[in-house]
């Protein structure tokens, strides 16, 4: 009896729409209306479905996005970017309602809760933090996470949201029955950043004064690009991949000494090469004048992993 119930998923390929450059994210409206498209050339472009010619819409950024969604009534489409904004749009005219700057680093995720005008976004700053899209207000930070937030997911009802990080967790966020009040959370937020604000100026009273250069001097570029962030993500990369190596080659050279000896399979992400030569390949294919950018851009954990390094490189100068 089930299999004459079942249906076969039948898809057949209907069209291929071409864009300038490289496709990093894409999203359906709810009525089906619109394909909204992020392209690499720091542009969304959004078809309208039926239509083979022209662009819908066209919207552009200092920076690519790296996220987007539109709300359930098809009214508005937020989108998340490297250049750590989340912008709101409104898409009957496709004009933006609101430019907001939303976290420290990258914007990797946004989404609209079901039914409402409430976002959720999280960010490489270890943050996620809950928005009124049409008040443009921040309504709540929540904090947890050890690292990068990469992706999260709301469930239908907007009972609670679920994070993934590069701590290497899931968090999952319920929603509860305690009274909110916006006016408290500002008033924490704006203690925080007077704290903060006193740090700073403590820190920098005793920290040595940078003397001006002589006029007519002349000294390197440190304007970050998507280049040297991009230049950066691939190099912690390479460190992590190379970390996890080191790991294996170690559990592996424990085992043989055990006598429970087994050919040793490298990552096939290693290329061939040792953790060592591959996090060399990986700064070797960073411009000159992208590098100190990149390497300022580290986070220190990984400036560290980059450090632990230098012994072997200096000892054989031939390979840098």
């Known amino acids: 009896m089930s299999n004459m119930h079942s249906k076969p998923l039948m898809v057949s390929h209907v069209r291929t729409m071409k864009m300038n450059d490289d496709v990093q994210v894409v999203a359906v409206s709810p009525d089906a209306k619109y394909i909204p498209a992020a392209l690499l050339d720091c542009t969304v472009k959004g078809q309208a479905v039926g239509y083979r010619n ?39 005219f496709g004009d933006c309602h609101k430019s907001i700057f939303a976290h420290a680093d990258s914007v990797m995720a946004v989404q609209f809760v079901r039914n409402t005008h409430y976002v959720f976004s999280v960010g490489k700053d270890r943050l996620i933090k809950y928005w009124d899209a049409d008040k443009f207000e921040l309504l709540l930070t929540l904090e947890g996470h050890h690292a990068e937030v990469w992706c999260m997911s709301i469930n239908n009802h907007g009972d609670f949201i679920v994070s993934g990080s590069h701590d290497r967790s899931i968090r999952r966020w319920d929603h509860t029955e305690e009274p909110f009040f916006i006016e408290e959370e500002k008033e924490k937020r704006l203690e925080q950043m007077f704290e903060s604000d006193l740090d700073n100026a403590f820190e920098n009273m005793y920290a040595p004064k940078e003397e001006l250069p002589e006029e007519g001097a002349v000294a390197l570029a440190g304007k970050k690009t998507q280049e040297t962030l991009s230049a950066t993500n691939s190099s912690i990369d390479a460190l992590d991949i190379a970390e996890d190596e080191l790991k294996r080659i170690t559990k592996h050279e424990e085992e043989k000494r055990k006598g429970k000896v087994a050919d040793f399979q490298s990552n096939v992400l290693m290329l061939g090469l040792s953790p060592l030569d591959f996090v060399l390949r990986a700064l070797s294919n960073v411009y000159a004048n992208d590098m100190e950018q990149t390497l300022l851009a580290l986070p220190f954990s990984d400036a560290l992993k980059l450090l632990s390094y230098l012994k072997d490189w200096t000892i054989n100068p031939d390979k840098v």
């Open 54 to 92: 022209g662009a819908a819409i066209a919207l552009r950024f200092l920076l690519p996005v790296l996220c987007m969604d539109i709300s359930s009534d098809g009214a508005l489409l937020v989108t998340g970017s490297t250049d750590k904004n989340l912008k709101i749009w409104g898409l009957d």
